[in-house]
């Protein structure tokens, strides 16, 4: 199954879920960026993750009241540096088609740079083939874009997209639902993309006997086909990250439900994800 | 009012320029450059350490938000700067200590509360080591910001000084680290860039023709930030500066000779297309300056039209493309350079010190790592020497650093 585990605050807690082979952290939470304190930006934390943690995918909340360059740039710019470890959860701020064509634009801002387009030629003095970097155009109800992006294509083409069931679009490679909601996500209802079901658990008292309930619960869940994995939310970060490694990692681990290790490649490519093709590839100039 | 000179035992105050191949426009070609690692953070990483090797202040990121271009299309002759600063220095913050990392980010295309929010919560990542180098962005940005009219000049200032007190007040309500608060850094030397300098810039990233002019500055900028309560000591002016480091002047000569064969002529005519907005891809370089090419039509191309009075004045009589090019690049984009042996550099960097015409610099190197790797080695040993620039870290925050107080 898929793992993810939720983390708050300075992102106390990804170096564990690293060790214990978790696929991703998840940063941040439906208020990221509209209220609560200043100081917990999901990003920025996920960023600084990417120095003191070296497999694990780290994906940030990010509002979607911030203009689809910088969403893009900055995301774009996360895949980069961090050699594909990248994934993003967008949060609506406005109505439903804004936030759609808010997506739309980073996707095609994403694609504006072609696979091939940096060609790194010293002897020629052409560092980027110009024919292959492209005016995005957009224009629409919400958002005028012109591009092209001022990054190139991130290495997993487009890093990878998480949205909440209730917003979930044909783009979506991971589709989060509620633990309660998982009639709602049958294979029937969510054709591709990877299912996965938050629960928030709590450890701090009768440690052994939640924590193997906890395994008991997502193992049949998960054996029904009901979800592809969890993302899983300590109610205490400090305490109850350690015992869910403790606990509950090796009851998952003994029914062989849970990794001990990282396969190779891209966050997008350990998730069984397809790298999705460039909607520029082929248009000739800028 | 007399010049403010550094009292003796003073510390120069250094910001490293993180570009990504280098200051010069043909470092992207320098044998030493490594492009497959250019936009992974372990170049950057290595970058940082490398500058904290030599105790500098500050690493320092630029901010752009649209591509540079030429001809309706990418300039794809030159390399790309452009990465998101704000992801850089968050990762930076996991693999550094002691080294202060800055940014520049827009204040005309971030809301405060994105502002505040980022900054406040790299600072304490970093434990107190970031700055803000608050800038309003270029025109070519607004295309991106749906905004075809991207905000004039004071429009832009006046959002700044909007922006810039609602980030403090945001900073003030969440968490302090270390430093309290980002230390606010501003470039811009035009009479609203002074005004919003001298109101909230703790570090003044600046361009000096020479060190009378500096020197006029920075006795001015004290000036107005006593005026406004504050210390004159709250501001510090760092001028931009790249250094030619040779031991003998036959070895600064083949230096030039050698950085100046990496732009290639096709660089030279996609970097001339970007400024005059004109193609001068099938130009000779040899033939004389096309200037009435340019000028025809010039209203077609309204980007630059308001332009045309100055370039027409760095146009001399005689010019090849060619030769104007080449004055062109040597004023390396109006920051200071000096050549020399590891002596000759800190004497210059030290008569402007002394001279009352700066706190420090905000340096490139010619290529990243090989020129850093030189001025760290050999020119920062020199300094020390003297008593101008820190043996080690006395402490850990870029406040702590550049010498400023806490925000009250």
């Known amino acids: ?286 | 009012m007399t010049a403010d000179p550094a009292q003796p035992g003073d510390l120069l105050h250094l910001g490293f320029w993180m570009l990504t191949s280098g200051g010069h426009v043909g470092s992207w070609r320098h044998p030493a450059t490594q492009l497959d690692r250019l936009m992974t953070i372990d170049h950057y990483i290595e970058t940082a350490r490398l500058a904290a090797r030599g105790k500098f202040d500050m690493v320092f990121f630029e901010d752009t938000l649209a591509v540079r271009e030429r001809n309706g299309g990418v300039l794809g002759e030159v390399a790309i700067n452009s990465l998101d600063p704000l992801v850089q220095i968050a990762a930076l913050a996991g693999a550094t200590s002691d080294i202060g990392l800055a940014a520049s980010f827009s204040t005309t295309y971030h809301s405060p509360r994105v502002l505040a929010d980022k900054f406040a919560t790299i600072d304490q990542l970093s434990g107190g080591r970031t700055g803000w180098n608050m800038v309003t962005s270029g025109a070519a940005s607004g295309r991106n910001f749906g905004n075809g009219d991207h905000p004039e000049h004071a429009v832009r200032y006046s959002m700044a000084h909007e922006t810039a007190d609602a980030v403090r007040a945001l900073w003030a309500s969440g968490p302090r680290s270390p430093q309290v608060q980002p230390v606010l850094i501003q470039a811009g030397m035009s009479q609203w860039g002074l005004d919003f300098a001298s109101t909230y810039g703790e570090a003044i990233f600046a361009a000096f023709r020479d060190i009378e002019g500096g020197r006029a500055f920075r006795t001015n900028l004290r000036t107005m930030a006593t005026e406004k309560g504050r210390s004159p000591d709250a501001v510090k002016i760092l001028p931009g500066f790249m250094p030619f480091i040779g031991s003998t002047s036959a070895e600064v000569a083949d230096k030039r000779a050698f950085y100046r064969e990496l732009i290639r002529p096709n660089m030279v005519r996609g970097i001339l297309s970007e400024r005059f907005n004109f193609d001068f891809m099938d130009y000779d370089l040899d033939q004389p300056f096309p200037l009435d090419d340019i000028l025809d039509g010039l209203e077609d191309r309204p980007m630059i039209t308001s332009d045309r009075g100055r370039f027409v004045k760095e146009i001399q009589p005689g010019d090849t493309i060619a030769t104007y090019a080449e004055r062109m690049a040597s004023k390396v984009s109006g920051h200071l350079t000096c050549e020399g042996g590891p002596e000759e550099i800190a004497d210059f960097m030290q008569a402007w010190l002394q001279g009352g015409a700066c706190d420090g610099f905000i340096m490139q190197a010619l290529q990243i790592p090989v020129e850093l790797e030189l001025f760290v080695d050999q020119v920062v040993p020199v300094l020390q020497k003297r008593g101008l620039h820190r043996r080690d870290y006395a402490g850990s925050t870029l406040r702590g650093h550049l010498g400023l107080e806490a925000p009250r």
């Open chain 1, 1 to 286: 199954m898929i793992l993810g585990l939720r983390l708050d605050g300075l992102g106390d807690g990804a170096v564990l879920a690293e060790q214990a082979a978790f696929d991703f952290v998840l940063l941040g939470d439906p208020t990221s960026g509209v209220e609560g304190p200043v100081g917990a930006d999901p990003l920025s934390v996920a960023a600084f993750l990417m120095t003191t943690t070296n497999r694990i995918g780290l994906v940030a909340c990010i509002a979607d009241d911030w203009a689809p360059f910088n969403v893009a740039r900055a995301v774009g710019s996360f895949d980069l540096l961090s050699g594909g470890r990248c994934g993003w959860m967008p949060l609506s701020t406005g109505d439903a088609a804004r936030s759609e064509e808010h997506l739309d634009v980073v996707l095609k801002l994403f694609d504006s740079w072609e696979d091939d387009a940096l060609v790194f030629d010293k002897a020629a003095a052409v560092f980027a083939d110009r024919t292959k970097v492209h005016r995005i155009r957009h224009s629409g109800a919400f958002f005028t874009v012109d591009g092209p992006l001022n990054a190139p294509r991130p290495p997993q083409g487009w890093p990878v997209l998480i949205q909440p069931l209730a917003a979930a679009g044909e783009f979506a490679d991971i589709v989060l639902a509620g633990v309660d909601d998982l009639d709602r996500m049958s294979r029937e209802q969510v054709p591709t993309a990877i299912r996965l079901a938050e629960i928030t658990y709590d450890l701090g008292a009768d440690t052994a006997e939640r924590g193997a309930a906890l395994a008991e619960r997502m193992s049949l869940a998960y054996l029904e086909g009901r979800c592809d994995g969890f993302v899983l939310a300590p109610a205490n970060a400090g305490a109850d990250i350690p015992l869910l490694i403790d606990q509950v990692m090796p009851n998952l681990r003994a029914r062989g439900l849970a990794a001990l290790s990282y396969a190779e490649g891209d966050f997008r490519t350990r998730l069984g994800l397809a790298r999705p093709a460039n909607q520029f590839d082929g248009v000739v100039g800028p």
